[in-house]
Nanobody
Framework: QVQLAETGGGSVQPGGSLRLSCVASGFSFAIRAMGWYRQAPGKLRELVARISRGGITNYGDSVKGRFTISGDNAKNMVWLQMNSLNADDTAVYYC??????????WGQGTQVTVSS
């Protein structure tokens, strides 16, 4: 099993920035990729950003150019730098890990609220 712990959520005004962190523990050697999804009230969970062990990144269309994902394989950590936040970014953000088995593991989620 892989356990994921997120930190860094909170409230910010439009145009502001936040940085989310996620650390994996347990069978972290089995991780193929890590990343972030988010879910806003009444909406489906959507991909925010993903980074493979090899450093290949993917972003959801709505965050391209504003969010940056980075990772440290040795520390089993990923970070999500979120800039130019707007109200549409308000959601619960979930860290996830995709394993070599094909399974996904999820963190508990952290709330991000963008409001004036």
């Amino acid at each position: 099993q892989v356990q994921l712990a997120e930190t860094g959520g909170g409230s910010v005004q439009p145009g502001g920035s936040l940085r989310l962190s996620c650390v994996a523990s347990g069978f972290s050697f089995a991780i193929r990729a890590m990343g972030w999804y988010r879910q806003a009230p009444g909406k489906l969970r959507e991909l925010v950003a993903r980074i493979s062990r090899g450093g290949i990144t993917n972003y959801g269309d709505s965050v391209k150019g504003r969010f940056t994902i980075s990772g440290d394989n040795a520390k089993n950590m990923v970070w999500l730098q979120m800039n130019s936040l707007n109200a549409d970014d308000t959601a619960v953000y979930y860290c996830y890990a995709n394993l070599l088995t094909g399974d996904d593991c999820w963190g508990q989620g952290t709330q991000v609220t963008v409001s004036s």
